[in-house]
């Protein structure tokens, strides 16, 4: 009986910090999201001030983390193409030849990355299984992957639906692929956490690090999309 309660009493300050982190994980998401949504919603110049200010946070955690780089230099370029290239691509998806196709794009594109998170995590605390890449992200699992492609493919689809786009199973396809490509980008971000030991790029947003943290899906989704955009000649019509 003295054992029971003992892991009774181990089990239950677990749980309880787990709810203090999810809740102020949610807490966070819900000031976060509004500005944001805002932004893209109202484009210029309101979008291109929040990537600016985003550029910034973003450099200075990647400063600190890779602080102690031996070939320092190298880091730092590597930094700003790696920050800044897909930000300028944001800022082109957004304020293309046509506004409300580029907000709608963008939209999209946020929606269905915040939902690959979503269904990854969930997916693979659920399910579990077989490792992702335990090597660079030991809590990933091959479930969690399934998991982000569903969610970011059914998010995509609503979205899409909701702004009166017609080729729904053509969005659910590329839906599902920049939504795998944003995990991609997750795991990227952690392998160069874990080269130089650090947990997360900085402790700005509560419950969840920095903004690196937050957004390194969304880098690699943002960088693609601009990249299927140019080569479909700008037309960031990605639904008839």
């Avoid at 800044?84 to 304020?95: G, K, Q």
């Avoid at 493919?153 to 080729?167: N, Q, R």
Wanted: proline share 5%.
């Amino acid at each position: 009986p003295s054992t029971t309660g003992a892991k009774g009493a181990t089990a239950q300050p677990v749980a309880d910090s787990q709810i203090r982190i999810l809740l102020t994980r949610t807490l966070s998401a819900l000031v976060m999201i509004p500005p944001v949504l805002a932004a893209i919603w109202y484009g210029s110049p309101y979008f291109e001030i929040l990537v600016a200010v985003a550029i910034v946070i973003m450099a200075w955690e990647w400063l600190g983390m890779t602080s102690g780089a031996a070939n320092r230099l190298g880091w730092l370029a590597f930094g700003g193409v790696y920050i800044v290239a897909p930000s300028l691509a944001l800022i082109w998806l957004r304020t293309g030849e046509d506004p409300g196709m580029g907000r709608d794009t963008v939209v999209w594109l946020f929606v269905l990355v915040w939902a690959a998170d979503i269904g990854a995590y969930a997916a693979g605390r659920t399910i579990g299984g077989p490792k992702l890449a335990p090597a660079i992200s030991p809590n990933k699992t091959w479930a969690g992957l399934f998991g982000c492609i569903a969610a970011s493919a059914a998010a995509g689809v609503a979205t899409a639906d909701y702004f009166g786009h017609t080729d729904l199973y053509g969005v659910a396809m590329i839906s599902g692929f920049v939504g795998m490509l944003s995990q991609a980008g997750d795991l990227f971000e952690s392998s160069v956490k874990r080269r130089f030991d650090r947990k997360d790029s900085s402790h700005l947003i509560p419950g969840h690090g920095g903004l690196l943290d937050r957004v390194d899906g969304l880098l690699a989704a943002a960088f693609a999309v601009a990249l299927i955009g140019y080569a479909n000649e700008g037309n960031m019509a990605l639904w008839p």
